[in-house]
């Protein structure tokens, strides 16, 4: 428990700070933080961190970056999570580049869950939002829907001016493929970057932009994941949409459960605020008694909500902190 009465059981791993798209949200121009070395935890250092969480009662575990498919070993390192004691289920977050030749890999290491970034449908916008091509993202969409994954789920983050007309689109698109969209408020996560708070277009805004096209209901389902998303669906289409108001809902953070290790081996307890601990030193150490340590204090120092309504002045952009 954290000092808010919140099972912490959920870890975010971010295996490295690389890309193979540039998100104008996400990286900002010319961020190089993997220049010193290409990946900074290793393999063998992530999983020891993630055996000790599951000393504590973690249960769930999510791939992040960067793009976690640019590392040669993100097989690897899926399968030897998947195969410790105490893990009940595994996902990964990526853009799907990559995912064609790797998704059958990936199920079969283990990976239950993915979550794939699409911003926008139009080949144009796409390019202009990610400098890659939506070919590709594609391909990686129908790979996943293929490779029998028990959760797939669309992520798009809302930028006014930018895509308030993909918002039907992707939704339509989702529905056909039996995958979930879900619309993420805009963070303050990349200084310095063309993107900022004037693109900020809130979840109410995209509920009203979907209810004008058909009836949007609460869905009393169980929600498909274990994020903080809350769930809709389209009364004539049957599309399932959720929507994460990370900056708007004033009970976003009500229910966290997680942290977060960064790809040079920071934990973070939250996302929205700055403290971090370092925790290359435990994982150098002979002992695995400081791993459990430099955690429980992650979780001790765990917040009660984030500081992004708070003039939250950006450090790190959310490459380097895993998405």
């Not at 992520?155 to 993909?166: I, Y």
């Not at 058909?214 to 599309?239: F, I, M, Q, T, W």
């Amino acid at each position: 428990m954290d000092p808010f009465g919140r099972h912490i059981d959920y870890l975010r791993i971010s295996v490295t700070d690389r890309c193979n798209e540039r998100c104008l949200y996400c990286m900002p121009k010319g961020y190089k933080g993997w220049a010193e070395r290409a990946d900074h935890l290793t393999a063998d250092e992530i999983v020891r961190v993630a055996e000790k969480s599951t000393d504590l009662g973690f249960r769930k575990f999510r791939l992040t970056g960067g793009e976690p498919l640019v590392r040669k070993d993100i097989v690897e390192i899926a399968r030897r999570l998947w195969e410790l004691p105490g893990v009940q289920t595994l996902g990964i977050s990526t853009n799907g580049v990559l995912l064609k030749d790797l998704a059958i890999p990936l199920k079969e290491a283990g990976v239950r869950s993915v979550n794939i970034s699409i911003d926008a449908l139009d080949p144009d916008l796409y390019r202009k939002l990610t400098g890659g091509r939506i070919e590709a993202a594609l391909e990686g969409i129908g790979a996943a829907a293929k490779a029998g994954f028990e959760v797939v789920k669309l992520n798009c983050v809302l930028l006014r001016g930018h895509n308030e007309d993909q918002i039907v689109p992707l939704v339509k698109f989702g529905a056909a493929l039996g995958m979930p969209v879900r619309f993420i408020e805009l963070m303050p996560l990349a200084p310095g970057g063309p993107i900022d708070e004037k693109n900020f277009l809130s979840v109410a805004d995209a509920m009203k932009l979907l209810s004008a096209h058909d009836v949007l209901e609460p869905d009393p389902g169980k929600s498909p994941g274990h994020g903080p998303a809350r769930y809709h669906r389209l009364r004539n289409s049957g599309a399932l949409v959720g929507f994460i108001g990370s900056v708007t809902c004033s009970d976003f953070c009500a229910d966290c459960n997680k942290l977060r290790l960064t790809s040079d081996g920071k934990l973070r307890p939250c996302l929205g605020r700055h403290g971090e601990i370092d925790l290359m030193p435990a994982l150098r150490s002979p002992t695995s008694a400081a791993i459990s340590a430099a955690l429980e204090e992650a979780i001790a120092n765990k917040p009660e909500k984030h500081s992004f309504d708070e003039d939250f002045e950006v450090e790190r952009p959310m490459t380097a902190i895993g998405g």
